[in-house]
């Protein structure tokens, strides 16, 4: 089985075409083929041509996660049909699968998605003002990545661990505070700080005492 990003709109009728989403201004074609060698055509919608575009498979060659324009489509290849999609926003920016555990996971502008090859399992959003989260390779049961924030716009990103078990994000500085006046914004200058999904908030309250 496999999936191909079409750089071509195919010649119609080739294959059975299937179309999936609303927006069709620039769509995405995707070329899939089952373990019977049967081909079929997805059509996906996008709004975002430079909103990245990717596809991969799961290693039972059964489902596909397709990102379109920066939105996410789990599709089911031999039925044919999408067992999840994203919501418009926050696109996606990062795609990255996993082996055991097999996951498809997905950084987008402020949120992490978890999939399996059925569904979505979980969803993970920090307090705190991200700008981007992008994964680049799976070490062991975690997977690198960096992410950028409003507050650090002007330096490099931020590098981070992503546990596959626990679904604990790692950043390889811990965070600090810094006032601006009325303003406050939160920088990270030094190793090793954790945080679990949705609990940034704690490591900003102990700070402020």
Not at 39 to 55: A, I, R, T
Not at 103 to 126: N, Q
Not at 142 to 147: A, F, H, P, Q, R
């Amino acid at each position: 089985m496999s999936a191909e990003i079409l750089t071509i709109t195919p010649t119609s009728g080739n294959a059975p075409e299937i179309h999936f989403g609303e927006h069709f201004r620039h769509p995405l074609w995707i070329k899939f083929v089952n373990n019977d060698s049967e081909k079929w055509l997805g059509c996906f919608s996008s709004d975002y041509p430079s909103v990245l575009n990717k596809v991969l498979v799961d290693k039972e060659n059964k489902s596909a996660f397709v990102v379109s324009g920066g939105i996410g489509y789990l599709v089911d290849i031999n039925n044919r049909i999408i067992k999840h999609k994203t919501e418009d926003h926050p696109m996606i920016g990062s795609l990255i699968q996993t082996n055991d555990p097999d996951y498809f996971i997905a950084g987008t502008f402020y949120s992490i998605y978890v999939f399996d090859t059925d569904k979505l399992i979980k969803e993970i959003t920090p307090n705190m003002t991200i700008d981007g989260i992008y994964f680049k390779s799976q070490i062991g049961r975690k997977v690198t990545g960096d992410l950028a924030s409003v507050e650090n716009q002007y330096e490099s990103n931020l590098d981070f661990e992503f546990d596959l078990d626990t679904f604990e994000l790692t950043l390889n500085q811990k965070v600090i505070r810094k006032d601006y006046k009325v303003f406050e914004t939160i920088r990270v200058v030094d190793k090793d700080w954790t945080q679990k999904p949705n609990i940034i908030k704690r490591l900003i309250d102990k700070l402020k005492k």
